[in-house]
């Protein structure tokens, strides 16, 4: 549990971290901006996470994350000029990818070690993997992207979804982990290729008829 754990959150760490910042970068904001971004959507899921399992966030107890997701920032302050597309370029969308993947195994993890319900499970997920990124949006000015378009979150529930199944199989933690990692990857990827999103509600026009 513990070696799938670590692996997992230093993959969604860096991989997050590097997409924060990177979008940080293309609104043109300063290296301190730039650096709060990419540490925020790094840490912040975890640390939602963390507080609806009432535990003092990994993030304060752990130099070693907060580390992690600046040595994502300066990955993207390195690599970011060289990308063309901002945070629509392939590298970028790949980052991102990995960790959604990483962050909804490590919360399905830790509500399986609680011996929580298929529904924490789930929503862990979820939130470990899409909160940092609605945090980002924020900081950034905008309506966070998971609440609008785009099959993102959805890959999360996906993911926490296969985790549970599996252990309910009594398969190793590791194997589950797996199972997740590449069920969020699979579903990030076919909803990327075939640009799935969800449907929106469709409010009909009201005319006057006085």
């Known amino acids: 549990m ?17 997409v924060g910042a990177a979008k940080a970068i293309e609104e043109r904001y300063d290296v301190f ?27 304060l107890q752990s130099p070693g994350e ?4 600046l040595l994502g920032v300066t990955a993207a302050v390195v690599f970011v000029h060289y ?25 399905a993890l830790l509500a399986h070690q609680a011996g929580l ?3 924490a499970v789930v929503a862990l997920a979820t939130v470990n993997a899409a909160g940092g990124g609605a945090i980002s949006d924020l900081l950034l000015g ?21 985790f549970w199944a599996l252990a309910q199989m009594d398969v190793t933690v590791g194997l589950a982990s797996t199972g997740c990692a ?13 640009e799935w999103s969800l449907p929106t509600v469709q409010v009909r026009e009201r005319h006057d008829t006085r």
């Open 2 to 18: 513990t070696d799938a754990f670590a692996l997992m959150n230093a993959v969604g760490l860096i991989g997050f971290a590097f």
């Open 33 to 59: 901006g730039v650096t709060v971004v990419g540490v925020m959507t790094a840490l912040g899921g975890g640390t939602t996470r963390d507080l609806l399992l009432n535990r003092v966030p990994n993030s």
């Open 66 to 69: 907060v580390g992690l997701s």
């Open 83 to 107: 990308l063309d597309d901002g945070h629509q370029h392939p590298v970028v969308l790949t980052a991102d990818a990995i960790g959604l993947a990483a962050f909804s195994t490590t919360g």
């Open 117 to 119: 319900p298929v529904f």
């Open 142 to 162: 905008r309506t966070p992207f998971i609440l609008r378009e785009d099959f993102y979150a959805s890959c999360a529930v996906i993911g926490g979804l296969t």
């Open 182 to 194: 590449l069920a969020v990857l699979a579903a990030r990827g076919l909803g990327l290729g075939r």
